[in-house]
């Protein structure tokens, strides 16, 4: 689960980093307290769950107040795409006020976890306000990993070799090991997968501030993190996931044209390689899991055919704990309550497979049964260029 900046920047201050002064706003009207509370020129940044915000008009410094309500009139209720937004523009429903800074130099500091070595690593460049994927392509000599021993936490050594590696002295060079002991805990507490802030400036005055916030929380963690799930913004997520979030379904949106409904991940991931294998593109990913019912089955279905992209529709399913029977019956009830109108390719093995094959050869849908995974695939691609 995503955050929003202002809300990452308030975990940042409860752990003791430091941040720029400011005030969000969910309207306009809140605009004026915001300004005298923070003071003029200030920021002003909308507010998604997305970076690179600023190369596309959602970050504005204004010097005056009537600057400030022409910007914050345009943010506000306007829909915002970046680089990172996946083709989405998301909606900015809240404007982060924020008190501007002489700053000296940007930084870049993330923490997250490194699956190779099961810890958590820090990564730090002096290349700060760059997207990091190009400062490791262009210039890495300038990136610096920490990998974080679990029994001893952030070590002093460490603080201080990477502030000698980023030039730091005096207080900045004292901060930077506060602040990476603090993040340590904070993801520890709250079941962070990833920190980001880029930039982490120092000001004029040697001191490190972190400009701007990004935080990813472990989703199977939530559960225990009651104060965080409050913070969940459904407006910015794709509202076919978030439906599918309320029957335990597994779904993303992607680009193609070919629904998928599939049991497990892996054979989900290895269904949507054969899509691709033979020339065509998945529309989604959709994992129903490994106890899906008749009900979950067709909220499965009705999420594939929202999209008016899919042209045809390949279920493949591998019955062992859920029974054959049982999604057939699903597919049967979905295709009847939202009147489907694609060709549906369906790939069922395992428990009761021959009942679940005469339930969608007796249904007088149009159901295509195929037993072989790869013909299937071929099948679902072939149907969606004839309905292209």
């Known amino acids: 689960m995503n955050l929003h900046e202002y809300q990452a920047k308030q975990l940042f201050r409860d752990y003791g980093v430091p941040t720029p002064e400011g005030m969000v706003i969910e309207s306009l009207r809140q605009l004026d307290s915001a300004l005298n509370e923070v003071g003029l020129p200030c920021v002003i940044k909308a507010q998604i769950h997305a970076g690179a915000r600023g190369k596309a008009g959602g970050v504005k410094l204004v010097n005056t107040a009537d600057e400030a309500e022409v910007v914050a009139a345009q943010l506000m209720g306007s829909r915002l795409a970046t680089p990172q937004t996946g083709g989405r523009a998301l909606p900015v429903n809240a404007l982060l006020i924020e008190q ?17 070595s099961k810890r958590h690593r820090f990564i730090l460049s002096a290349a700060g306000g ?9 210039m890495p000599e300038k990136i610096i990993t920490l990998d974080i021993d679990p029994v001893t936490g952030v070590m002093p050594y460490q603080a201080r070799q990477a502030g000698f590696a980023l030039g730091l002295k005096g207080e900045a060079f004292k901060q930077l090991g506060q602040i990476l002991q603090a993040l340590y805990r904070l993801a520890l507490a709250k079941d962070l997968s990833l920190v980001e802030i ?8 040697n001191q490190l ?17 009651a104060d965080l799930q409050a913070m969940h913004d459904p407006t910015q997520e794709d509202p076919r996931e978030v439906q599918a979030h309320q029957f335990d379904l597994n779904y993303i949106a992607l680009e193609g044209n070919i629904g998928c409904m599939v049991n497990g991940a892996g054979l989900a991931m290895a269904t949507m390689d054969l899509i691709k294998l033979h020339g065509g593109e998945p529309a989604n990913f959709l994992d129903v899991g490994g106890s899906a019912t008749a009900e979950r089955v067709a909220e499965a279905f009705k999420l594939i055919t929202s999209s008016d992209r899919v042209r045809a529709i390949l279920v493949n399913i591998f019955g062992g704990i859920v029974r054959c029977d049982l999604i057939a019956e699903g597919i049967i009830r979905a295709a009847r309550e939202v009147g489907l ?5 369906v790939r069922l093995e395992g428990t009761n497979v021959e009942a679940g094959r005469q339930l969608l050869a007796e249904s007088g849908l149009n159901l295509v049964a195929v037993n072989d995974l790869d013909e299937a695939a071929q099948t679902a691609v072939k149907l969606a260029k004839e309905a292209a």
Request: net charge negative.
């Open 100 to 116: 501007t800074l002489p700053i000296e130099d940007e930084l870049y500091l993330s923490l997250l976890i490194d699956r190779n």
């Open 198 to 205: 880029n930039p982490l400036v120092r000001t004029a005055d």
């Open 209 to 225: 501030v972190a400009l701007d916030a990004k935080v990813n929380v472990d989703d199977n963690a939530l559960y225990r993190q």
């Open 341 to 345: 109108q694609v060709p549906v390719v």
């Open 130 to 138: 760059m997207d990091i994927e190009q400062v490791a392509a262009e």
